[in-house]
């Protein structure tokens, strides 16, 4: 097949390297990529988020499936548009996309469907989302209804807290159109996992769980960032639990979406929240994960390209995607002052080194090849990826990868993975 991979980070590096491991030869293009996907794919200087170039290009080049790594071209219908040119396209179409792309949109057919008992309420005023937050107390979730890139969600430990967030939203307007709503949410307690599937709108296929590590700091601690590495699998997510999200979250979602006319296709992933009273959805993403999709895709037998294009067409019953009982470890290293301000271009030594190391892959999340040399272009720079037979095994030699490579400014977290393993 001739493949067209959107995006140009670590996921869409993952996804392409896993696509060019076959069965089938398969010709690989991705718009726009980076200097390491440009390793296994043709990179192709178009923005991720401009669909109708994108879709242009995939009919001159007979592209013959596209598989959208990032959730802004999702979000603005880049499946959609593809469909009408009766391109295949692995994603959701822009309905289904809400299901990322608007908070509301998502808590509001989970509750039709009684799928989740979260309480909540959406304001487009300040005043009327103030007085609910005084009703109810701290602490409480604000989040800007739309795709904030990451920004838009207030745990907010306050009442005080609580009303400065809206007001960021409604008043300041500092998300834009994404803040123009909010929706207040209960504040859920428990421990938080994630669980991803592949879907063709009625049949679901599980990917192996993993856990990212949002923090930019040792610890979980500091601001947020993309995420700065993760772990398969996780022994918190026994077969039990991973079969009670599924069933009373992820397969209900599927079919109510199927229900309303929108019905879901490409990847959903599943952010939990381990309650007293049983898993509830913290929020839901419309693609694969970054970084687990790094740590995912090398545990996955079978033919992943058949697989996402059966996904597609609506045929996920036919094929199999088994899973082989191995470990994954991934350590971003990230442009010092990440996920504040950082400088680009700084050269890197060492992937070649860290590659040597057995069972290490290192994909590229920020980068570039700027006067013949391997430079930084990007927060997150490097995704050093290991697999191995377990996880306390993988850790060690992901971490001899990582220290192989060298910039200015090189930063890591130092605790990928450990809370699994205590
Ligand atoms: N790792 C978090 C995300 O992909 O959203």
Request: charged share 25%.
């Amino acid at each position: 097949m001739r493949i067209l991979v959107v995006g140009s980070g670590g996921r869409e590096h993952a996804l392409a390297w896993r696509l060019a491991q076959g069965p089938e030869e398969h010709r690989l293009f991705c718009a726009p990529g980076n200097a390491g996907i440009a390793q296994v794919a043709e990179c192709v200087p178009l923005d991720a988020e401009d669909v109708a170039g994108l879709a242009r290009f995939a009919e001159q080049q007979a592209i013959d499936l596209t598989v959208v790594g990032p959730e802004r071209p999702l979000i603005l219908g880049i499946v959609d548009e593809f469909r009408a040119r009766g391109l295949a396209i692995f994603g959701p179409t822009k309905a289904a996309a809400q299901l990322e792309g608007s908070k509301v949109f998502t808590d509001e057919i989970l509750r039709r469907h009684g799928i989740s008992r979260k309480r909540f309420e959406a304001f487009d005023d300040a005043g009327e989302a103030a007085a609910y937050v005084r009703s109810q107390g701290a602490p409480i979730v604000v989040k800007a209804d739309g795709d904030a890139l990451g920004k838009g969600v207030t745990v907010a430990a306050t009442v005080d807290e609580a009303l400065r967030a809206i007001d960021e939203c409604l008043v300041q307007k500092l998300h834009g159109r994404a803040g123009e709503r909010v929706v207040i949410e209960e504040c859920l307690v428990g421990p938080e996992v994630s669980v991803k599937v592949i879907t063709d709108g009625e049949d679901l296929m599980a990917l192996p769980p993993s856990q990212d590590h949002k923090r930019i700091f040792d610890g979980d601690t500091g601001p947020n960032t993309g995420g700065m590495g993760c772990y398969t699998p996780v022994p918190a997510v026994d077969e039990a639990l991973f079969t009670a999200i599924i069933d009373s979250l992820v397969r209900p979602t599927v079919r109510a979406m199927a229900a309303e006319g929108m019905p879901y296709t490409g990847c959903l992933y599943a952010g939990v929240i381990l309650t007293a009273d049983g898993p509830e959805l913290l929020e839901y993403n419309c693609r694969f994960g970054d970084p687990e999709t790094q740590v995912v895709l090398p545990r996955l037998d079978g033919d992943f390209a058949a697989a996402l294009l059966a996904a597609s067409e609506g045929r996920l019953a036919d094929v199999d995607l088994p899973w082989r009982e191995e470990a994954g470890v991934c350590v971003v290293v990230a442009s010092g002052g990440y996920p504040g301000p950082y400088e680009k271009g700084k050269p890197i030594r060492g992937v070649e080194a860290a590659e040597e190391v057995e069972g290490v892959t290192v994909f590229h999340a920020g980068t570039a090849i700027r006067d013949g040399l391997l430079c930084t272009n990007g927060g997150r720079v490097l995704a050093v990826t290991g697999r191995g037979p377990d996880l306390r095994s993988t850790l060690t030699r992901t971490y001899e990868a990582v220290e192989r490579i060298t910039f200015e400014g090189a930063y890591y977290r130092r605790d990928i993975a450990h809370r699994a393993l205590v």
